[in-house]
């Protein structure tokens, strides 16, 4: 049976927390977009067949740009995403050509190739993978009146990052069944577990950060000078 693996990175979000005019993932980080940063590391990833780059509609000539400049010889096709972030998922899944496929946050710049192995062993021995890691903070869970009205156990929760693996075969159909029935989910696993199938956590790091405020690129600054 074939192993074949892609991965679509979705950078196509606006990023209004931010607080910028350009788009988080465009921002630069020593002298290359964030986005260059993160399709550079999965281009490196020699098991790895395909990339697809979900981007924003305005966003597709100058993406097509940096694929050329940079030599990012696995991205195979950027395309423009939808309105919400799991229908750029769908239509960058609807483009590849493997038999399972990764979807990564165009905006976690500092994922390591030992994140990315380990995604793909845990899908490939229990048929999905995401990575996550044990939330270290209590967390509490509080009502529309902002009263506690339960404390879980910290130590069943974790804090799911990406990226996330599949059969390519079941998240369309995740994605198919999401469409039809109006179902928006906060991540692709989410569409599997709707669909009952299992999905594994697969452990990652703390420094695989989604850079998302002004704090998280400073961080980000920090932690390219540190080579993480």
Known sequence: MSKSFGVVIVAAGKGSRMGTRESKQFLQIEGRPIVVHTMDIFNQVPWLQ?????TGRDDVSRCKAWVKEYSLDKVSAVIPGGSERQES??????QMNTEWVMIHDGVRPFVTREEIDNCRDVALREGAAVLGVPVKDTIKQVNEQGLITATPDRHSLWAVQTPQAFRLCDLLAAHES??????SGTDDAMLL???GLPVAIAEGKYTNIKITTPEDLEY?????????
């Open 178 to 183: 999401a469409e039809r029935e109006g179902y």
């Open 220 to 228: 980000a600054a920090f932690l390219k000078y540190k080579k993480v």
């Open 89 to 94: 998922v769908y239509q960058g899944i609807k």
């Open 193 to 195: 577990e709707r669909a």
């Open 50 to 54: 395909e990339i697809i780059l979900v």
